[in-house]
């Protein structure tokens, strides 16, 4: 596509409830990059993929939050059991360079506001 | 490691009139910065990004930055505010080996006729 796409838009969660998010990086996009949004905050970085492999999760908050792309272009996140401090907006970003040659930079998606209730 | 301030989280300016929106760095190395926007329920537009180079940089929307080292600063502006610039403003320094973007707090920008 055109650019990144996330699913779905919105998503209201009760506690305790798993999700999963979805992000289609824009077609032959080698790097993928999740970022969680507080409210009135700066993105903060989750994780990262180069191709399928996950290079990086050191963001990723608890060993709830989980994420996975097996074929190196779709990309879920995973969150198990959520919690009311997982409300945020998961942006999703992606490149066509791999990590450390960040001349295109990276083509964020509009993200997924997950509100837990 | 390295971060990004952003001073004054709300500039409001006339249209028509000088925005300055400012960032300041820390990094040990030389630092690959960009500036982003956010409209409201969407995702982040690049604006505009230092990697090496030229000190000042040109982005869209009129947008401009300069990379002063002395000043460990990367402050944005733009000549003359116009109202569809409202909208809130990110600075960001490249971090972890180049896979992943550490942002400042952002900078909720109002333009008031």
């Known amino acids: 596509g055109a650019g990144v796409s996330q699913s779905p838009r919105y998503k209201v969660a009760k506690r305790g409830q798993d999700v999963a998010l979805r992000c289609d990086p824009i077609s032959g996009h080698v790097s993928l990059f999740w970022y969680q949004q507080a409210l009135g905050q700066g993105p903060e970085f989750l994780t990262y993929f180069q191709n399928e492999a996950q290079l990086d999760k050191s963001g990723l908050p608890s060993d709830r939050f989980f994420a996975e792309r097996p074929e190196g272009s779709v990309s879920t996140l995973k969150i198990q059991r959520t919690q009311q401090e997982d409300s945020a907006v998961y942006l999703c970003?992606?490149?066509?360079?791999?990590?450390?040659?960040?001349?295109?930079?990276?083509?964020f998606g509009s993200g997924t506001r997950l509100t837990v209730v | 490691a390295q971060s990004v301030t952003q001073l004054g989280s709300h500039v409001s300016v006339s249209e028509g009139a000088l925005v300055l929106l400012r960032c300041n760095y820390s990094?040990?190395?030389?630092?690959?910065l960009f500036w982003y926007v956010q409209y409201p329920n969407q995702g982040l537009q690049l604006l505009l990004k230092y990697t090496t180079g030229a000190t000042l940089v040109k982005g869209i929307n009129g947008f401009e930055a300069e990379f002063k080292k002395s000043e460990t600063s990367f402050h944005l502006t733009k000549p003359s505010a116009h109202m569809s610039d409202a909208a809130e403003y990110f600075c960001a320094v490249l971090t972890g080996g180049g896979n992943k973007l550490t942002f400042g707090t952002g900078t909720q920008l109002k333009v008031e006729l």
């Open positions: 970003a992606s490149s066509p360079s791999p990590a450390g040659e960040i001349r295109y930079g990276y083509t």
């Open positions: 990094s040990s190395v030389p630092p690959y």
